[in-house]
């Protein structure tokens, strides 16, 4: 059995109304998607924008409502649990947004950001949560001295940081990474990749990664998901999908990675 199963998954948005508020456009954002992610597993879901990405990953958590298909995490059904018990099932699964300037309370301190699931989740008493606080921010490489800082206080690349140890909190078993550094500057993305990997293997955590840029999959994912308006197009190991993408759609995005122009050498 996989961490977590999801079967013929589906979601459909109304995107018009009449004069008399009634639905009568749909896009159709998710069709029948059905993957596994095992336990230690990175599975990288790409395609064009608008492909429907986002949507799975949101749905895997419920964050937004499915309207068809199973998701199973660690053995339990995702879409029966109650709310106090998908509460706790989020324990074991957590997301890291695109941009951590949205994902942060502005009104919070580093050290609060990251505590604050304890609050909720757990009885630990406040020095035991800032002693976890501080063990989490120092692992994603955020010193002592921005714990009393204010989000508006530090850069994209040190806020993402701080989300990610706010995601580990709780020690979770998956992370839905929703393009989780898109938003950040050229210069700091590697770094931030790079600790994702490096947490990935130290803490054994499965990750949803969900990406437009294929050029960051290779590095991070074992497996990839393709998708193309809403549907899964191709899927196979990281390697398979680079040396012979089966498809043109795939091909495509392939061709689109940027290439690195050799330092030295002059753009046409
Ligand atoms: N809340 C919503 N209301 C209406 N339509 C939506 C909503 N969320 C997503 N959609 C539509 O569903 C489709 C899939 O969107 P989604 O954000 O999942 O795609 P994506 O592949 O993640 O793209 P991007 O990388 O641009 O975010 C798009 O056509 C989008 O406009």
């Not at 298909?69 to 059904?77: K, L, N, W």
């Not at 997301?95 to 009104?107: G, T, V």
């Not at 921010?137 to 806020?159: M, N, T, W």
Request: with cysteine; hydrophobic share 45%.
């Amino acid at each position: 059995m996989s961490l977590l199963e999801v079967s013929n998954l589906s979601k459909s948005f109304s995107t018009r109304r009449d004069l008399l508020g009634r639905r009568t456009g749909w896009t159709h954002a998710v069709r029948d998607v059905s993957f596994t992610l095992g336990a230690g597993e990175c599975l990288a879901v790409v395609g064009e924008s608008g492909a429907g990405k986002s949507t799975v990953g949101r749905m895997v958590l419920r964050l937004i409502e499915p309207d068809a298909g199973t998701v199973t995490f660690a053995g339990e059904d995702v879409r029966a649990a109650k709310p106090a018990r998908l509460r706790q099932m989020r324990r074991g699964m957590q997301m890291i947004f695109q941009d951590p300037h949205s994902s942060l309370d502005p009104r919070m301190t580093v050290a609060d950001a990251v505590a604050e699931p304890l609050v909720v989740h757990t009885d630990l008493d406040r020095a035991a949560r800032r002693r976890r606080a501080v063990e989490l921010l120092d692992k994603v490489g955020i010193g002592a001295r921005y714990l009393g800082r204010y989000p508006a206080e530090l850069s994209g690349g040190q806020l993402q940081r701080v989300a990610i140890a706010r995601a580990l909190t709780l020690e979770p078993k998956m992370i839905v990474c929703d393009e989780p550094v898109a938003a950040l500057d050229v210069s700091v993305r590697a770094q931030v990749l790079n600790l994702l990997r490096d947490l990935q293997e130290e803490l054994g955590l499965a990750y949803l990664f969900v990406c437009h840029d294929l050029a960051l999959i290779e590095v991070i994912a074992d497996r990839v998901l393709v998708m193309k308006a809403g549907e899964v197009v191709e899927s196979g190991t990281t390697s398979q999908i680079y040396a012979a993408p089966s498809q043109d759609y795939t091909r495509a995005l392939l061709d689109a990675v940027p290439v690195p122009i050799p330092r030295g050498a002059r753009q046409a």
